[in-house]
Every structure is written in structure tokens, then in C-alpha cells.
């Protein structure tokens, strides 16, 4: 029953930007916290950026600056604007869905992937 879609992935040259988006369904969206994770082959997935369910945002440090998130709870989407782009952004990018402890739902994810 719960769904989470992410699109908006895709190639981009070094410096370019992109914009993620997540729509979710089967949940109440507007009670949970939302984030995005991404992961690189070999590597852990990591944080990249949450929001809360009252609109208070945190970020990695490695993106902070150039990564955006944000929510409207209106289409039930959360947003990644991705911006300054290098090839170590490069990774697929993982929606998340938080109530507390208790839920926590993960979408498919999308391929980001930066070079010339």
C-alpha cells in the first residue's frame, strides 16, 4: 500500500544541476519526516538531507549549500534540488519516510549520475 516514487534522476555534466522528486502515497504524509540517502557502488548509503513533518531541515555537510530540500504536503512530493553538481554527487538517490521509530519506508531510488 505505501509507495514512494522518486524521479528526476538522470546524467548531468560537472556544475550542472537537478532536481529530485519524491511522491509518496499510503501514508499520512503531512505526520512524517522525510529525507533523501543516497549510495555509490562500494560504499555506505549516507545521508543527504531530511525535513520534518513542521519544516525543519538538515543537511550533510558535504552538500550543505548546494543541496535544497523541501516538502508540499498539498501533492504529497518532497523535493532535492541538487545544485553545483561534481562527480562525487554521483550515486542513486533513496527517498525515506519516517513516523519516529515506528515506520520507516524506503522508495526504489534514481540514478544521479555526473560526468563529462
Known amino acids: 500500500q505505501v509507495q514512494l516514487v522518486e524521479s528526476g534522476g538522470g546524467l548531468v555534466q560537472p556544475g550542472g544541476s537537478l532536481r529530485l522528486s519524491c511522491a509518496a502515497s499510503?501514508?499520512?504524509?503531512?505526520?512524517?519526516?522525510m529525507g533523501w540517502y543516497r549510495q555509490a557502488p562500494g560504499n555506505q548509503r549516507e545521508l543527504v538531507a531530511t525535513i520534518t513533518s513542521d519544516g525543519r531541515t538538515d543537511s550533510a555537510d558535504s552538500v550543505r549549500g548546494r543541496f535544497t530540500i523541501s516538502r508540499d504536503n498539498a501533492k504529497n512530493t518532497v523535493y532535492l534540488q541538487m545544485s553545483s553538481l561534481s562527480p562525487g554527487d554521483t550515486a542513486v538517490y533513496y527517498c525515506?519516510?519516517?513516523?519516529?521509530?515506528?515506520?520507516?519506508?524506503w522508495g526504489q531510488g534514481t540514478q544521479v549520475t555526473v560526468s563529462s
Open positions: 525515506n519516510a519516517r513516523f519516529y521509530s515506528i515506520h520507516d519506508y
Open positions: 499510503g501514508i499520512t504524509f503531512s505526520r512524517y519526516g
